[in-house]
């Protein structure tokens, strides 16, 4: 019986992350040095409670009033109503969410601990790899 690949097979296992503590203003200078357009957001014992992407950052200056941007923390701007997959979810089913979906990431997340993310990157590199090929 044919096994299909899983996502763990591809995904990124070392991922940038941010704590919902951090002072949002550092989170975008995080972003920025690290040059990714989004982060999870993830606690101390390693729960995923959000992400921070580029469009909540620019909340800061949608919010700010008379050139005063508003301040706070990561977890005052981030998006908490996230869609995460499982790591042994087939490649197949994730490259179907992404067709779907108006983002370019997916959080993988195995019993609410952040494990890596998938982007459709990865999903690129899986079928180059000989999915496609047969």
């Given amino acids: 019986m044919y096994k299909l690949p899983t996502v763990r097979q591809f995904m990124d296992r070392f991922v940038d992350t941010v704590p919902p503590d951090m002072d949002v203003l550092d989170a975008v200078d995080y972003l920025l040095a690290k040059r990714v357009t989004g982060v999870p957001v993830v606690t101390a014992p390693g729960e995923m409670v959000g992400i921070l992407t580029e469009t909540d950052c620019l909340k800061l200056l949608a919010k700010g009033a008379d050139h005063d941007m508003p301040r706070g923390k990561v977890s005052d701007f981030m998006t908490v109503e996230i869609e995460t997959i499982p790591s042994k979810m087939d490649i197949y089913y994730a490259a179907g969410i ?10 993988v997340v195995d019993d609410g601990k952040l494990v ?3 982007t459709r990157f990865d999903i690129l590199r899986a079928i180059s790899g000989g999915l496609g090929r047969g």
């Avoid at 992404?98 to 959080?107: G, I």
């Fill in 98 to 107: 992404f067709l779907h979906a108006n983002f370019r990431r997916l959080p």
């Fill in 116 to 118: 890596g993310v998938i």
